[in-house]
């Protein structure tokens, strides 16, 4: 099994998040680890907190251990079988820890898939790390919105 890399400050524990102060972590999934080592590296000199896998068995791990997760990055076509059961679990997270979102990224499309993409708000190649970067922190807000709401009618 390839080597994980935590994230760089310690989630909260399950049940215990405070959106005003804690940091969440982007958990990227992408079977390449090439790429994979490059976008975490680029996201961590940006001061993000990043959490990596190379499979769906990792991301699920990696999930449930470590609550402070906010937002999932994966590549599109891991998104069959196992990988679309992830995004089920990921979507419809229910409690302050559980809620995260899932950001798609795109290296090939077709004529039929483009706009199927664009219903999805999926991003597509070529990727900027500025574009990586912007969507990742409308997604992490959009993770605070969810957690914060769900902690209130939990609370």
Aim: proline share 6%; aromatic share 2%.
């Amino acid at each position: 099994m390839p080597h994980m890399q935590r994230a760089e400050s310690p989630a909260a524990p399950a049940g215990h998040f405070h959106p005003a102060n804690d940091e969440l972590a982007v958990l990227l999934l992408n079977e390449k680890t090439d790429i994979l080592d490059e976008v975490a590296a680029l996201l961590r000199r940006r001061g993000l907190p990043v959490v990596v896998a190379t499979c769906i068995a990792q991301a699920r791990r990696q999930l449930a251990q470590q609550p402070g997760i906010g937002v999932v990055v994966a590549d599109v076509s891991l998104l069959q079988g196992d990988g679309l059961a992830l995004a089920a679990q990921v979507l419809g997270g229910t409690r302050p820890a559980t809620a995260v979102e899932l950001l798609l990224i795109a290296g090939y499309e077709d004529a039929a898939s483009g706009p199927v993409l664009d219903r999805l708000g999926v991003l597509r190649e070529p990727l900027t790390l500025r574009g990586i970067e912007q969507a990742i922190h409308q997604a992490m807000g959009r993770t605070v919105v969810r957690r914060t709401a769900l902690q209130r009618l939990d609370g």
